[in-house]
Structures are given as C-alpha cells and as structure tokens.
C-alpha cells in the first residue's frame, strides 16, 4: 500500500492505469464536445479569449497582454521539460519518482 495525500490511504498503481484510462478517455470527449458545441469561438477574438477574467489579471494595453502571454508560453514550456526530465528518470532508474 502506497500512502496518498488525496485520501484513502491507497495510491493509483500502474497496473491500474489502463482501466483508469479507458474509463476517462469517454468523459473527456464529453467535456471536450459539450465546451465545443455550448461555448463556440467568436470569429472575432482571439484564441482562448472568452471574455472570463474575474481576477482582473488581464492587462489593458496590448504590450501588457503580449508580454503576459510569452511568460505563460515560457512557463507552460519550462513545465514540460520537468515532467519531461521526471519521466526519462523513471524510465532510466526503473523507480517510481513519488
């Protein structure tokens, strides 16, 4: 038994993962169709804008916006290549990270 901080003292195992795997795959299509069909892109926006910015995080001027965007790009990308590095880890030493 493997402690997990989630609760329930188990972990998700790999032999499980592929069970756990054809369960969701179906209600991610769901997710992905219902946000798709309900929640259609304006032709005039740009990408991913929907207008949502409770926080008010957005900056006004279009420099501002650029340059949030590209740190968001740069972080997105610099959290890949630690998952990345975790994962040839793991296959390298053949040891689970956590």
Avoid: H
């Avoid at 402690?3 to 997710?31: I, L, N």
């Avoid at 892109?41 to 929907?50: S, T």
């Avoid at 995080?57 to 610099?78: C, I, T, V, Y």
């Amino acid at each position: 038994m493997v402690f997990s901080p989630c609760g329930g003292g188990r972990a998700p195992t790999s032999e499980s993962a592929p069970a756990r795997a054809r369960r969701q795959w179906p209600a991610a299509f769901v997710a992905i169709a219902v946000a798709e069909l309900f929640y259609p892109q304006d032709p005039d926006k740009a990408a991913g804008d929907l207008g949502y910015d409770p926080l008010g995080w957005k900056p006004a001027d279009e420099k501002g916006l650029k340059d949030m965007q590209n740190k968001e790009l740069n972080n997105g990308r610099l959290a890949m290549l630690g998952t990345l590095g975790m994962l040839v880890q793991e296959i390298l030493y053949d040891k689970a990270i956590f």
